[in-house]
């Protein structure tokens, strides 16, 4: 990992003069692995849910998570500038919202700010509503 500066020199066919370009180039793997696992638990008004957010890390980072709505609300913040040490991570959302049990497709995004710079990653989940009640 690190910030290299890529040069390409070109020799036209044509004979006219040489050409040289320069790119700098960042190559950053600090943050890897992004992983969305959902679950649901007891069924109606009593059903408890979570999303386990998953990714790794190569070396220290500060680290953001957000859970975004299909319309790219924020719904929730599981991480916010969180310093983190290198090696597998694990956040957990209630998905709650408010008193209401989330459900329906999110994003899930991750962002690892590092001495490279900052670097994402982005995942879809489903979040499956509870069974309805039981009715006796």
Known sequence: ?????VVARLTPDDGSGETEQRRRV????????????????G????????????FRLLRSAR???RVLSSSGSTLATPA???LLRPGRQRLVWN????????????QVTVEARSRYGTSGLIRSATLRPPPPRRRP
Do not use: E, P
């Open 26 to 41: 960042i190559f950053d793997r600090t943050l890897s692995s992004l992983t969305a696992r959902a679950s649901t638990s």
């Open 1 to 5: 990992d690190g910030v290299y500066v």
């Open 80 to 82: 916010s500038g969180r």
């Open 95 to 106: 998905r709650m919202v408010g008193r209401t049990l989330v459900s329906g497709t999110v």
């Open 63 to 65: 680290v953001t998570a």
């Open 43 to 54: 069924r109606g008004r009593r059903a408890r849910g979570r999303l386990a957010i998953g």
